[in-house]
């Protein structure tokens, strides 16, 4: 944004002084997220910036915590590392459990919410939905309700049905957090698909499946994937719920981190944590081109 | 689509009505029409909104039962709860003891002594022993069992711990929402405030309100500007710019709490910098974690983009020509922002700050987390009744009382920006 020409001193010396508040703000955004990226590679067990690594001595860095996530829980981390110590990696690694239960609950969590959210969204996009708006608030109102209160009322459906302590039971409850993600993304996509193409499919003969399948959802995937990815990531980092009705059986990442932060916290937590920054930038990028291939699809953006 | 097709052939009969090929008047076949898109519509609703009632209502419903309703003295002890109800308002009299003694008896052997004297021991604290104590010497309590059961410990004879059973006595009661506001039964049967230092939920609401208050003053004041900054700038800028918004937003939650953990610990980033440069002495460091200033830091940064993407929502649509018809008509750049630009912006200001308001009133892993003593919110009491002192139904009614707070601004928040309205990203 350009200053207009007749803008005074004052204006001028406020307008550089906003910028720097910007910068400032949205250095506030993102520095802390950056800043454990490069302590993840701490040679010490310590949280801050020791005096080799402002030298940049390589010295100063290792891969030693990243290098402890995956003998951590291992039955012998100190065998020679072959077929045998990967496998053993694989079946005994604390964090690599962790991570095969984050995968398996999100992927069906995800599947579920996915699947029965698009169905509604359907629905609920029609002009002649009866009671929409009602059906939208209580359909969206497990993003509002506090996650502890969620917490507790599974705790206590799920001691008096039998599904406490079961991969059913987190994936259930972790589809139901996801469910507002998916209806938010999927009914602003449908906001803007054109009608008429159903009309004109039908007119050209397709029943509603046919039109479905070839008019529709082809044109409102991106919006499905995206509220998809956004209950793949609820549930990947949601820790309240699982530690509320799960045990020990279904150990995932956030509730592993939450336990090593409040044990005692150490720099493997922040080589975790970088990982799990890396994976949020890939997602989101598929996010972005997503939207843009939806609003070029669309015929709303020039590029 | 078909129904369409027909109701489009309609022909008009001799008396002018019109009526569809099959004969049918036409109101009546539209309405039909009409009435099976509607069941259609809502056939597609209907698989998630019954795994909705099923993995949310329904549990949510439980929990509120929860927190009125709780039968551990009147299943544990049913003669003594038979005598309540035959005896209403009476002093324990001989028929009172030897209920009891025939109920903890009872007790003993189903090994519930502990769970009936934990439940009165949320009203009368310290008398779960008296329930332990006592049952383990019951099958050697011989009539009359007044003066037995008071031998072995002569609390028994207090009237509050007898106002007490009365009330556990009632399967449904209002007792922990009485607990949830600071209330107790006096010995005499009346309503009063708890002792002094009994006295943390009202001020834990309290303070949960205003901590969530000040979170969301803050995040208006830093998400304003950015928003400004994003509504203004071309748009190829902007969207660089918004990613910077959006990936704190994309990244875990506990990735945050961590990171914040490390900047702000007594041996962490921000203080070694500080002592580093000689701003603050080595044994000044600040006190910035485990104390609310933690929890405002953090919670302020991880709610800030749910303030800013809203606003920059409301801020795209806002068109710079009244802002300059403004200035060509006299006014200064101030009375300008003040009068035409932030008044536009409300929408968006009223959006971002009841949804920053409602996610900070519930929230817990930050606070538990960087929160100390001090900077704990409602939520971290709920989880020690729940996972702890095992009070569920205390647990239940604070949780109940929350989400009352929480369904208000719901409501709030749909009457001012509708919940259709709501935008991820």
């Known amino acids: 944004m350009a200053l207009p020409i007749y803008a005074s001193p004052l204006e001028r010396l406020w307008h550089y002084v906003y910028l720097v508040l910007c910068g ?47 003998t951590f829980g291992m039955q012998e981390p100190g065998a ?56 939208m608030a209580v359909l969206i109102s497990p993003m509002i309700v506090p996650i502890i209160i969620t917490a507790t009322g599974l705790f206590f459906f799920y001691s008096a049905t039998g599904l406490a302590n079961s991969y059913l039971g987190v994936i259930l409850a972790h589809a139901t957090l996801g469910i507002p993600f998916v209806i938010i993304t999927v009914t602003a996509t449908l906001a803007g698909f054109d009608r008429s193409l159903l009309r004109a499919s039908a007119n050209l003969g397709a029943g509603p499946v046919r039109t479905f399948f070839k008019v529709q959802l082809p044109l409102i ?68 081109l997503l939207r843009r291939r939806s609003e070029r699809l669309r015929g709303m953006s020039p590029t | 689509m078909t129904d369409m097709a027909d109701t489009a052939q309609m022909q008009t009969d001799v008396a002018g009505a019109l009526r569809t090929p099959d004969g049918r008047p036409l109101k009546q076949a539209l309405a039909q029409a009409e009435r099976r898109a509607k069941i259609r519509a809502f056939l597609l609703v209907l698989p998630l909104l019954a795994f909705v009632l099923l993995t949310f209502i329904i549990p949510i419903g439980q929990m509120l039962s929860r927190s009125v309703l709780n039968d551990t003295f009147s299943a544990n002890m049913p003669a003594l709860t038979e005598w309540f109800r035959e005896n209403p308002g009476a002093q324990p009299d001989e028929a009172a003891f030897e209920a009891l003694v025939l109920d903890l008896r009872v007790a003993r052997e189903s090994r519930t002594q502990g769970a009936v004297g934990t439940r009165i021991n949320y009203e009368v604290p310290g008398t779960r022993s008296l329930f332990t104590g006592t049952a383990r010497r019951v099958d050697s309590l011989e009539p009359p069992f007044r003066e037995a059961v008071l031998d072995v410990d002569e609390n028994w004879a207090r009237r509050d711990l007898w106002a ?85 937003f994309w990244t875990s939650l506990l990735v945050r709490t961590t990171s914040w953990m490390v900047l702000l610990q007594g041996q962490g980033v921000i203080n070694n910098t500080l002592v580093a440069l000689g701003i603050l002495s080595d044994d000044g460091r600040l006190a910035m974690m485990y104390n609310q200033t933690g929890t405002i830091i953090a919670m302020t940064h991880i709610l800030l983009p749910f303030m800013i993407l809203p606003l920059y929502s409301v801020m795209k649509t806002i068109p710079p020509s009244y802002a300059r018809a403004a200035r060509s008509l006299g006014a200064t750049s101030w009375t300008t922002f003040r009068r035409i630009y932030v008044p536009q912006t409300v929408p968006g200001i009223g959006a971002g700050a009841i949804l920053v308001f409602i996610l900070a009133v519930g929230y817990y892993i930050t606070p538990a987390l960087v929160g100390g003593a001090t900077g704990t919110l409602i939520s971290n009491q709920i989880a020690f009744h729940m996972l702890s002192s095992l009070n569920w139904s205390l647990a239940a009614a604070l949780a109940a009382m929350l989400l009352a707070a929480v369904l208000v601004l719901y409501w709030v928040y749909d009457r001012i920006v509708g919940i259709d309205n709501m935008k991820l990203g």
């Not at chain 1, 400032?24 to 454990?36: H, M, Q, R, T, Y």
């Not at chain 1, 010490?44 to 390589?58: G, V, W």
């Open chain 1, 221 to 288: 995937t991106p919006g499905v994937v995206s509220g998809a990815l956004f209950a793949f990531v609820t549930s990947f980092d949601e820790v309240v719920v699982v530690l509320f009705v799960g045990s020990h059986e279904q150990q995932t990442i956030p509730r592993q981190m939450w336990n090593g932060i409040r044990e005692q916290i150490s720099p493997s937590i922040l080589a975790v944590a970088t990982l799990l920054v890396i994976i949020s930038i890939a997602l989101l990028t598929t996010v972005e």
């Open chain 2, 164 to 248: 007490a059973m009365r009330s556990a006595a009632q399967p449904v009661t209002l007792n922990f929402y009485q607990a949830a506001v600071d209330r107790k039964i006096s010995p005499e049967g009346r309503f009063q405030r708890a002792d002094d230092q009994s006295r943390i939920y009202v001020k834990l609401f309290i303070r949960t309100f205003l901590l969530s208050l000040v979170i969301t003053g803050l995040c208006l004041i830093l998400g304003f500007p950015v928003a400004h900054l994003l509504a203004v700038l071309p748009m190829r800028k902007a969207s660089l710019l918004l990613i910077l918004v959006l990936l704190p």
């Open chain 1, 80 to 135: 020679a590392r072959d077929g045998n110590w990967w496998a053993d990696v694989w079946t005994n690694a604390a964090w690599v459990k962790a991570a095969k239960n984050s995968v398996i609950i999100g992927f069906f969590a995800t599947i579920l919410a996915t699947s029965l959210g698009t169905l509604a969204a359907l629905g609920l996009s029609r002009p002649e939905m009866p009671y929409q708006k009602a059906i």
């Open chain 1, 24 to 70: 400032l703000i949205f250095f506030f955004l993102i520095a802390p997220i950056l800043v454990i990226i490069p302590l993840s590679f701490n040679a010490e067990p310590y949280f801050t910036f020791t005096q080799k690594m402002l030298t940049f001595d390589s010295e100063g860095y290792s891969m030693r915590w990243y290098d402890n996530l995956l």
